[in-house]
């Protein structure tokens, strides 16, 4: 009993260490937000919310978001 408790215990422990608050909740990736831009372009806005609560949280979860791409918000919707 006591090797099943620990074992999920591990489990819970090493999914939260490999997530972030943007790659958990955050929704799709869009390749807009996976991409560099290039010279020339505008930046990519950063999820406020979503940094705010990685760095309260767990703050290595700021790592992950911004290696993913999830940290940025989508690409802008042009009217």
Do not use: H
Request: hydrophobic share 40%; with cysteine.
């Amino acid at each position: 009993m006591k090797t099943k408790v620990s074992q999920l215990l591990a489990v819970v422990c090493i999914a939260a260490t490999l997530s972030g608050c943007a790659t958990v909740f955050g929704g799709p990736r869009t390749s807009y937000q996976t991409t560099k831009p290039g010279p020339g372009e505008p930046k990519r806005n950063l999820r406020v919310g979503a940094l705010i609560a990685d760095l309260l949280l767990f703050w290595p979860g700021t790592f992950i978001d911004l290696a993913t791409g999830a940290i940025y918000t989508p690409a802008p919707t042009t009217r």
